[in-house]
T-cell receptor, first 115, second 115 residues
Framework: AQKVTQAQTEISVVEKEDVTLDCVYETRDTTYYLFWYKQPPSGELVFLIRRNSFDEQNEISGRYSWNFQKSTSSFNFTITASQVVDSAVYFCALSAYVNDYKLSFGAGTTVTVRA | NAGVTQTPKFQVLKTGQSMTLQCAQDMNHEYMSWYRQDPGMGLRLIHYSVGAGITDQGEVPNGYNVSRSTTEDFPLRLLSAAPSQTSVYFC??????????????FGPGTRLLVL
């Protein structure tokens, strides 16, 4: 069975602060994919990143960065110098490498960035 | 391309009523799926399809039916609505390749309230 845990329900920061979202996963698969999605107040789901379990390199995209650590089954997400537009619900998700029809989502973390 | 479209955007039903949530995509995607989003639970897979004529159950299929007569459409039917089916429903689609290589596109969602 696959399980994704996002222990932080809500995070509130002031603009320009950094914010880190934790994601811990459980899977019996040796190969798998990890994802982050953003859901702004408008409600749509926006794909941010996917990472396969072969590749433990950290990734940076603009103000976003991701830290994948297979040893601790974590895939954390950091927003640097947060902006009001970053206010959203962020979901971490996991899929098997094969039989990958299903995404298992965490419960989500609501990030509020105050001006 | 319109991407993934869902209708209606919002619906109110009475307990016991039936209805169909529509999902269509114009990207010739083989894979389509339905998720429901509930507070504190992230998104959970209801049903999925890997091609026309082929459907299968996901994590929470009870109370829902699907069919896939064309590549473009993947309707979700509620046979006898219950208050527990109050949720936001998302349709998603992608090409046949590995989930780790093919981006999954989500529709804008349908908000359903069952009284």
């Amino acid at each position: 069975a696959q399980k994704v845990t996002q222990a932080q329900t809500e995070i509130s920061v002031v603009e320009k602060e950094d914010v880190t979202l934790d994601c811990v996963y459980e899977t019996r698969d040796t190969t798998y994919y990890l994802f982050w999605y953003k859901q702004p107040p408008s409600g749509e789901l926006v794909f941010l990143i996917r990472r396969n379990s072969f590749d433990e390199q950290n990734e940076i995209s603009g103000r976003y960065s991701w830290n994948f650590q297979k040893s601790t089954s974590s895939f954390n997400f950091t927003i640097t110098a947060s902006q009001v537009v970053d206010s959203a619900v962020y979901f971490c998700a996991l899929s098997a490498y094969v039989n990958d029809y299903k995404l298992s989502f965490g419960a989500g973390t609501t990030v509020t960035v105050r001006a | 391309n319109a991407g993934v479209t869902q209708t209606p955007k919002f619906q109110v039903l009475k307990t016991g009523q039936s209805m169909t949530l529509q999902c269509a995509q114009d990207m010739n995607h083989e894979y389509m799926s339905w998720y429901r989003q509930d507070p504190g639970m992230g998104l959970r897979l209801i049903h999925y399809s890997v091609g026309a004529g082929i459907t299968d159950q996901g994590e929470v299929p009870n109370g829902y039916n699907v069919s896939r007569s064309t590549t473009e459409d993947f309707p979700l039917r509620l046979l006898s609505a219950a208050p527990s089916q109050t949720s936001v429903y998302f349709c998603a689609s992608r090409l046949r390749g590995l989930l780790g290589q093919e981006t999954q596109y989500f529709g804008p969602g349908t908000r359903l309230l069952v009284l």
